[in-house]
């Protein structure tokens, strides 16, 4: 009887960390704002803001199996100023990588770890555009030559300008 439940204990073992390996890592958006809303800022308001990441690898070089994540970034637009027909934005684009794994995580919860001294070495680097500081680019962007402007997949079409704030709205064309 104790060999019966050892081999199924082993057999559901196995495929749990085989269905793990399986899945392959994703990327995932999350908007703050809403789409297809129309939304007002002002002069120094956020237009919208992206956050980035990505599934938590695995040993086995799959997602894991809990669903964690990880930290890949955001993008962001910003109101800086109106002159007339013409928004002044800043954006930033914030792209992160990390070596994390599941086991730099979870290692704490590992059965193994008892009375063993587990080094973590995980590695965060951040790139803005090309560069390590974060930066705005400044577009200038004239509404009589045009009604939306796209920025890491996310259309922003304005409907409304006034002397201080906006009226837009926002579509996403990322795959989802």
């Avoid at 919208?48 to 199996?65: A, E, H, I, S, W």
Wanted: proline residues 3%; charged residues 20%; neutral net charge.
């Amino acid at each position: 009887m104790k060999v019966n439940s050892l081999v199924m204990f082993a057999l559901i073992t196995v495929s749990l960390s085989m269905s793990g390996c399986i899945g392959t890592i994703r990327s995932h958006h999350k908007l703050e704002q809403p789409t297809g809303s129309v939304l007002t800022t002002g002069v120094g308001g956020t237009v919208f803001r992206l956050n980035k990441t990505g599934d938590l690898p695995n040993v086995y070089g799959g997602r894991d199996f809990w669903g964690g994540k990880i930290n890949k970034g955001f993008a962001e637009m910003k109101l800086a100023g109106i002159e007339g027909s013409v928004l002044v934005l800043e954006i930033i684009d914030v792209n992160k990588h990390s070596s994390e794994t599941t086991m730099d995580r979870y290692n704490e919860y590992m059965p193994f770890k008892q009375n063993a001294v587990i080094n973590v070495d995980v590695v965060n680097t951040t790139t803005i555009g090309n560069q390590q500081q974060a930066k705005p680019y400044i577009v200038r962007f004239d509404t009589d030559k045009q009604s939306d402007i796209v920025i890491s997949s996310i259309r922003v079409i304005i409907s409304e300008v006034q002397p201080y704030s906006i009226q837009y709205s926002l579509e996403s064309m990322l795959m989802q």
